[in-house]
């Protein structure tokens, strides 16, 4: 079964505020936790990963958190902008290649 | 670099019909991988390689034969299609030189709808 999931299916930020997408996970075995960006018509796109022995990770306008003790992952990101408008999937992985993807949260920048 | 090409862009079956979805890459990749997207679903994995000559199931196999005879493809067959498999497939890339393979490159994906 899904062992990645997201907490809620849709968000919608005004331009310009703090996003938080929101993901929870039951595979403590997990390795790797990774996020990705799917626009609409286009294939997923890599935003940024974080290593299980990690608590934070900082890409550009992008952090991801992890906490471990409730096995909760959240992706953050700072300024939203119309181009961050797309679908967001959670992702895991554990000693082999292969990833395991949530349900994905849609985020709607409004202007 | 085109990165990772999938032909066709679309496709319509009628079930029992056999087809083959096209993937290539010219980023020197060792590991492949097929997905199908459902909606309101994430992605799952149907098979990878993690080289050629080298192929393992994922998540979803059954209906899906692939093979990988050089680095650049990763052709992924259907045997006799199902309204089940209409879905959106995705074919993704990855290399050795981001040694976790979290980063993966996908394609723009086929649209199939099996009749």
């Known amino acids: 079964g899904e062992s990645v999931g997201l907490h809620l299916p849709t968000l919608s930020v005004q331009e310009g505020d703090n996003s938080i997408i929101n993901c929870a996970y039951s595979n403590s075995a997990s390795d790797y936790f990774i996020w990705y960006k799917q626009e609409s018509g286009k294939g997923p796109q890599f935003i940024i990963d974080i290593r299980s022995n990690m608590d934070k990770r900082q890409g550009q306008r992008v952090t991801v958190l992890l906490n471990k003790t409730v096995k909760h992952l959240s992706l953050q990101i700072a300024a939203t902008q119309p181009g961050d408008s797309a679908v967001y999937f959670c992702a895991e992985k554990g000693d082999d290649y292969k990833l395991s993807f949530g349900a994905g949260t849609t985020v709607t920048v409004r202007a | 670099n085109a990165g990772v090409t999938q032909t066709p862009k679309f496709q319509v079956l009628k079930t029992g019909q056999s087809m083959t979805l096209q993937c290539a890459q010219d980023?020197?990749?060792?590991?492949m991988s097929w997905y199908r997207q459902d909606p309101g679903m994430g992605l799952r994995l149907i098979h990878y390689s993690v080289g050629a000559g080298i192929t393992d199931q994922g998540e979803v196999p059954n209906g899906y034969n692939v093979s990988r005879s050089t680095t650049e493809d990763f052709p992924l067959r259907l045997l006799s299609a199902a309204p089940s498999q209409t879905s959106v497939y995705f074919c993704?890339?990855?290399?050795?030189?981001?040694?976790?393979?979290?980063?993966?490159?996908f394609g723009p994906g086929t649209r199939l709808t099996v009749l």
């Open positions: 993704a890339s990855s290399s050795s030189l981001t040694p976790t393979y979290n980063e993966q490159f």
């Open positions: 980023m020197n990749h060792e590991y």
